[in-house]
C-alpha cells in the first residue's frame, strides 16, 4: 500500500514534544466515596480483596484462551502511551484481509483457544483518506462495518467466539456486533478529563468512554471494561473511575469485568520519559477495585504486564485475561505473554486453580436469552463446559480424540493397549515411565491452602457424607484439585471391594428403534425427530431374539441385556413375550431388561399396576432391570431433553416397586448435554436416597452424552458431551457419594475408548461393565469405540495397572473365566 500523502505519520511513528515528566503520584488528600479507602494502606486492601475473592470465587482464577486480531492498527485518536496505532506508511496494509483474519483465528482454533479479540484503532477512516478508501473498495462503509463481517467470518468458519474491542461506539454500532460477537469491550481509562495522555485522543473524553459503557448496558452486551494506572492520574481518580463503573452496573449487570492495567512507558511514544507505574500504586488499585466492584465482577490484571504474579493474586485478582498460544500482545508487543505452564504454576503456588474461560463469563454464558443474540447461543453452547466455561480439551465422549492426561501415567504407543481404541493387543503390557500426571497432593494440603474441594475431601477422609452442595463442590475441581478427588475416590474403592477389576460377559440385544418417545438426546431411535439419522427402522422378530441368546450364550455369556425403543405397536405382551423367547434359547442365562420408561409403559399398556406387571416380569425370568431412562434426575433438565418421558418421581417409583418385588437394578446419568452440576449433585442424592429405603441398586454407571449424531446437538441446543475432566470427576464423586450405599462404580468402554478407561479405573471405578456384541445405542449417536470387548482386552487395560480382571456375574458373582490362567501366565 502506497502511503498515505494526506496522513501525518510522523505524529505517531516519532512524538513530536514529550510530556512533561508528572510527579510521582502520591496518596491523594480525597476520601471519594466516602470510605476513607484512598488512605488505606495496601497491606489492609489486599486482606480485605482476598476475602471478597475467596467469597465470591472460591479458588479459582481464569484465563482466556484467545488470539488477537489487529485488524486495523490505524487510529483517528493519538494516545500518549500508544505503539498500537501506526500511520499508513508503517503498515502493509491499512486492514487485515479477511483470508489474514482466518489464518490467525484457524491458528488459534488448531491451539486449543476459545476466543479471538479484535484489537483495532478507532474510527481511522475519519483520519486517513487510504483507510476510507480500502473499506470502499471492498465494499465496506466504516471499521464498525468491516469488523461486523469480520466476526461473522470468524465464528462461522473457525467457532472461535469473537469478542469486539472497537473503542468509543454508538448503541447502532454495539447492536451490529452484539449479533456476532459473545462479548464486548473498551476500556474506561480514567474519569479524569484533563489527562496530558488523551489530550489528542477525543475518543477517550470519559464522557464518550461512559456513554459507550451505558450502551452497552442498556444493549445487554457482557462488557469488559477497566483503567489504566499511572498515567498521571491520583488515586481519587481511579476510585472515581471505578464507581462509574459500578453506577453503570448497578443499572444493567452487563459489567463482566474489569481490568486494572499498569503503565509501562514505551519508545516511541510521548509518555516515553514518564517512569512506570510504581508497583505499589498498580497493586493497591486492583485492591480497591477488588473492594470497590460488587463481588460479581471479576478482577483481573494482565500477567504479561509484571514481573511477579504474586502479587496480583495476593491482591485480590480472579482472572489473567486473554493468553494467547499464538498471537503476540499486539497493544504491548514488546512483553511475552508468559507460558501457560508459569501462570499454572504461579497461580498453584499461590493456592489457587487455573481454569480456561470463554470471552463471556459463565454467568452471562449460562443465561443465554438475556446476554447473547440467539446466533451466538449455539457458538458458545458449543465451546462451554458444564459450568460455563472454556471446554479445556477437544476430547469428546465417543470420539477417538485422546483423551488429556489427568491422573496416572499413560501408556505408551506400543505397549499393547495405549492406542484409545480399546483394541490393544496383550504384547507387553507394562505401562512406561512417561508421561505421567503429577502426583495427587495430600489433602490436608489442599484443605490448608483455602481450596472448597480440599475441604469436602478432609471431611470425606474423615468418614462425612457429602451433601448436594458438598457434590457441587466436587464438580468443581481444577488441576490438583481433581488428582486429590480421584485419589479419595480411588482410596474408597480400596476399601471397599479392592483391586478387582470385574466384567460381565453379556449381550446387547435391541429389539427395535422404532419409538414413539422424542428424546432429543437420542440418535438410536428411528420416528419423526431422527429421519435424517443414520440406520433404518427395525423391529427383531421373537425368533431372531433367541437365535440372538443361543448364540451369545455359545460365546460364554451369562447376560442379555434388553433394551429398545417404545414401539407403537407394542402392549404389554410385548415384554413377556420377549423374555419367553430368551427362556426358548436359554434356560439360565440372566436376563436383564426394561428401563423403568418400558416398565412403566408396559404396566400402562397392560391396565395393571406397576407391581403386578413387574411380578408377571419377574415370574417368566426378568431379573434385573437397567437404570437407563433416568438421564438427568431432575425434572427441569429433563424438560429439555425429554419432556414426554416419564419424570424423576415416575422413574424412582418404578425402581423402588422393582425393588420391592425383588429385582435389583442400576443406576445410569446420561450426563453433559445441557446441564449443570448442581443437576447431577440433585441425581446423586435422590438415587442414594432410594437406596437407603430399598438397598436394590448393584452399581452406578456414569453414560458421558455421545454429541455427534444427536438431534439436540445437530439442533444446536446441546453441548458437545462432558469434557474429560467432568466425566472422570463423575466417576470418582459417584464412589464418594454412594460410599457405604453402592459399592460398584462401572464405567462404560463404549463411550471412553481404552485410555480413557485406563485413568477412570484410577479415580474409583471397579467394573467395566459389559463385553456387549453388539452395542448400538452409542454407536447411533456417534460413538467410535467398537461393538464389543472381551476379556484380553480388558485384560490389556486393566493389568497394567496391578489392578486383577475377573468375570462376574450380573449380580456381581464371580465366573471361572475359561484360559484367564494361561493368559495371565503368558504376560
Ligand atoms: S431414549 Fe428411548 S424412549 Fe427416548 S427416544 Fe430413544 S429409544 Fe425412545
Known amino acids: 500500500m502506497p502511503a498515505d500523502p494526506g496522513s501525518t505519520p510522523e505524529h505517531l511513528s516519532a512524538p513530536s514534544e514529550p510530556y512533561p515528566v508528572p510527579p510521582r503520584p502520591a496518596p491523594a488528600s480525597s476520601t471519594s466515596g466516602g470510605t476513607g479507602l484512598i488512605e488505606r494502606d495496601l497491606a489492609s486492601l489486599q486482606a480485605e480483596a482476598g476475602r471478597i475473592r475467596a467469597a465470591a470465587h472460591g479458588n479459582r482464577i481464569t484465563f482466556s484462551p484467545k488470539v488477537f486480531i489487529p485488524l486495523t492498527m490505524l487510529c483517528r485518536d493519538r494516545c500518549g502511551y500508544c505503539t498500537f496505532a501506526k500511520a499508513p506508511a ?46 470502499a473498495d471492498h465494499g465496506y462503509t466504516s471499521t464498525v462495518d468491516y469488523l461486523v463481517a469480520a466476526c461473522r467470518a470468524v465464528v462461522e468458519e473457525t467457532g472461535l467466539l469473537p469478542h469486539a474491542n472497537a473503542g468509543a461506539l454508538g448503541r447502532d454500532d454495539l447492536l451490529r456486533l452484539r449479533a456476532v460477537s459473545a462479548s464486548q469491550g473498551m476500556m474506561i481509562e480514567s474519569v479524569n478529563p484533563d489527562l496530558a495522555a488523551h489530550r489528542s485522543a477525543p475518543d477517550k ?91 460479581d465482577i471479576h478482577l483481573q490484571a494482565p500477567p504479561n504486564l509484571s514481573d511477579d504474579l504474586g502479587p496480583l493474586l495476593a491482591s485480590g485478582i480472579d482472572d489473567w485475561g486473554g493468553v494467547s498460544p499464538v498471537t503476540a500482545d499486539h497493544v504491548n508487543p514488546e512483553r511475552a505473554w508468559p507460558e501457560l505452564g508459569i501462570l499454572r504454576g504461579a497461580t498453584e503456588a499461590a493456592g489457587h486453580t487455573l481454569a480456561p474461560r470463554l470471552t463471556l463469563y459463565p454467568s452471562f454464558a449460562l443465561d443465554p436469552g438475556r446476554w447473547l ?66 502426583a495427587a497432593p495430600p489433602v490436608a494440603t489442599l484443605a490448608s491452602t483455602g481450596s472448597a474441594v480440599g475441604e469436602v475431601l478432609a471431611a470425606v477422609m474423615d468418614g462425612a457424607a457429602v451433601g448436594e452442595d458438598e457434590i457441587v463442590t466436587l464438580f468443581g475441581a481444577r488441576g490438583p484439585e481433581v488428582r486429590s478427588v480421584a485419589a479419595v475416590a480411588d482410596q474408597l474403592r480400596i476399601d ?124 417368566a425370568g426378568l431379573k434385573t432391570i437397567p437404570g437407563t431412562a433416568a438421564e438427568i434426575l431432575d425434572d427441569p433438565v429433563r424438560a429439555v431433553l425429554c419432556p414426554d418421558k416419564i419424570n424423576t418421581e415416575e422413574w424412582l417409583f418404578a425402581h423402588r416397586t422393582a425393588h420391592q418385588v425383588g429385582l435389583r437394578s442400576n443406576v445410569t446419568i446420561m450426563f453433559g448435554a445441557v446441564e449443570q452440576p448442581r443437576s447431577w449433585a440433585r441425581h446423586l442424592v435422590r438415587t442414594r436416597d432410594l437406596q437407603a429405603e430399598t438397598g436394590g441398586f448393584t452399581e452406578f454407571v456414569p453414560l458421558p452424552f455421545v454429541h455427534m449424531a444427536t438431534p439436540i446437538y445437530l439442533q444446536k441446543r446441546s453441548r458437545r458431551g462432558p469434557t474429560f475432566r467432568e466425566t472422570l470427576l463423575m466417576h470418582a464423586v459417584g464412589r464418594i457419594a454412594y460410599r457405604g450405599m453402592i459399592d460398584n462404580i462401572q464405567i462404560s468402554w463404549v463411550k471412553m475408548g481404552a485410555e480413557g478407561v485406563r485413568q477412570i479405573l484410577q479415580a474409583g471405578v471397579n467394573d467395566l461393565g459389559g463385553t456387549l456384541m453388539d452395542e448400538n445405542i452409542s454407536r447411533a449417536a456417534g460413538a467410535s469405540h467398537g461393538q464389543m470387548m472381551d476379556a484380553e482386552r480388558f485384560a490389556a487395560i486393566v493389568e497394567p495397572l496391578g489392578r486383577t480382571l475377573s468375570q462376574r456375574t450380573t449380580l456381581y458373582g464371580r465366573v471361572e473365566r475359561p484360559g484367564a490362567d494361561v493368559l495371565a501366565s503368558a504376560r
Not at 476459545?114 to 474510527?123: D, P, Q, R, S, Y
Request: hydrophobic residues 40%; contains cysteine.
Open 90 to 135: 508503517r503498515v502493509a496494509a491499512p486492514y487485515l484481509s479477511l483470508d489474514q483474519v482466518l489464518a490467525i483465528a484457524r491458528a488459534g482454533r488448531a491451539a486449543g483457544c476459545h476466543e479471538a479479540l479484535f484489537t483495532l484503532g478507532e474510527g481511522p477512516e475519519d483520519r486517513y483518506p487510504a483507510a476510507r478508501q480500502w473499506l
Open 373 to 438: 443474540d440467539e446466533a451466538m447461543r449455539f457458538p458458545v453452547l458449543d465451546a462451554s463446559d458444564a459450568e460455563g466455561l472454556g471446554r479445556d480439551h477437544p476430547w469428546a465422549s465417543g470420539s477417538e480424540v485422546p483423551p488429556p492426561l489427568l491422573v496416572g501415567a499413560r501408556v505408551a504407543p506400543g505397549t499393547g493397549a495405549g492406542s484409545g481404541d480399546g483394541t490393544g493387543s496383550t504384547a507387553g503390557t507394562a505401562a512406561t515411565a512417561a508421561p505421567a500426571a503429577p
Open 496 to 619: 471397599a471391594v479392592g483391586d478387582e477389576v470385574t466384567f460381565v460377559n453379556n449381550r446387547n440385544i435391541n429389539y427395535t428403534n422404532v419409538c414413539t418417545f422424542k428424546c432429543k438426546f437420542c440418535a438410536f431411535s428411528k420416528g419423526p425427530l431422527s429421519l435424517n439419522l443414520r440406520g433404518r427402522p427395525y423391529l427383531l422378530e421373537l425368533s431372531e431374539i433367541s437365535e440372538r441368546v443361543a448364540e451369545a450364550e455359545a460365546r460364554g455369556a451369562t447376560e442379555v441385556c434388553l433394551q429398545g425403543g417404545i414401539h407403537p405397536n407394542f402392549d404389554g405382551e410385548y415384554y413377556l413375550h420377549v423374555i419367553q423367547a430368551v427362556r426358548e434359547a436359554s434356560a439360565t442365562i440372566h436376563i436383564h431388561g426394561f428401563t423403568a420408561l418400558e416398565v412403566t409403559e408396559g404396566a400402562r399398556r397392560s391396565e395393571m399396576p406397576l407391581a403386578d406387571y413387574l411380578v408377571l416380569l419377574r415370574d
Open 205 to 295: 473524553t470519559p464522557a464518550r468512554r461512559l456513554a459507550t459503557l451505558e450502551a452497552a448496558g442498556e444493549a445487554g452486551i457482557p462488557f469488559t471494561t477497566g483503567l489504566l494506572v499511572g498515567i498521571g492520574e491520583t488515586r481519587a481518580d481511579r476510585v472515581a473511575t471505578l464507581e462509574a463503573i459500578v453506577d453503570s452496573h448497578r443499572r444493567h449487570g452487563h459489567v463482566q469485568e474489569v481490568i486494572v492495567q499498569n503503565f509501562l512507558p514505551k519508545a516511541g511514544t510521548s509518555m516515553h520519559q514518564w517512569p512506570p507505574c510504581p508497583t505499589g500504586e498498580f497493586l493497591w488499585t486492583i485492591a480497591a477495585a477488588r473492594v470497590i466492584l460488587p463481588p
